[in-house]
């Protein structure tokens, strides 16, 4: 009986020591960023960064926050991750389109210095690390390649009627393709975002059958 109560004394010390480790990394990872408001499964994230760039974005994203969560079909949440002094904020916009009668999703960056405060544009955080946005469109250009071609195969579109370029302007409204890219650092990665339709009803339900999110391309190990 004794060797019983040491053995639960010892699993409840155990517990107590990895709840407290894992409050201390929260804390921890939590210390630049925490949400500042929640409804209907839609959440907002606040900087805690004393900057001009860090409330010029907290401004931005409740403006948006408050835009989009009015209609309760919509959702605004966002994820976070960062590397070295680099903070990344993904926000993640689903709107309800009548017209579609469906979900849009769309993706928003924000990559701030967590010691300066300082926002990072998407050619100052491709910089950074190495790379520039030629490089990154031709990353992205080919990720989404894998789809034209899967689809051509499953002949949801013919090649001769619609080539790549075709693809990408009329099939996923992409004119510019990076203007439509955003970057995040996401566990160690560079990480596009692309947002493009997939409402088209010629092939809405080839997107419908993916598990992988198709919007997310990595552009480099870090």
Do not use: W
Request: hydrophobic residues 35%; charged residues 25%; contains cysteine.
């Amino acid at each position: 009986m004794k060797l019983n109560k040491k053995y639960y004394v010892l699993i409840f010390v155990a517990l107590v020591f990895i709840i407290t480790c894992l409050l201390l990394f929260t804390s921890k990872n939590n210390k630049y960023i925490s949400v500042k408001k929640s409804q209907d499964g839609s959440k907002l994230p606040q900087l805690n960064i004393k900057s001009n760039d860090s409330t010029a974005i907290n401004e931005y994203l409740e403006n948006l926050y408050n835009q989009y969560t009015k209609d309760k079909r919509n959702k605004f949440t966002y994820t976070y991750s960062s590397k070295g002094d680099i903070l990344s904020i993904l926000a993640i916009i689903d709107e309800f389109n009548n017209d579609a009668n469906t979900t849009i999703r769309k993706y928003m960056a924000f990559n701030i210095n967590k010691k300066t405060g300082q926002y990072l544009s998407k050619e100052e955080i491709a910089e950074l690390y190495q790379t520039d946005l030629g490089d990154i469109k031709n990353k992205v250009e080919q990720h989404l390649k894998t789809y034209y071609d899967k689809e051509a195969q499953e002949e949801y579109l013919v090649k001769e009627e619609c080539n790549f370029n075709c693809y990408l302007s009329y099939l996923r409204a992409i004119d510019i393709l990076t203007d439509q890219v955003v970057l995040v650092i996401e566990k160690n990665q560079l990480v596009a975002y692309t947002n493009f339709d997939v409402t088209f009803s010629d092939d809405a339900d080839y997107f419908k059958t993916l598990k992988e999110n198709y919007y997310r391309t990595v552009i480099k190990e870090l």
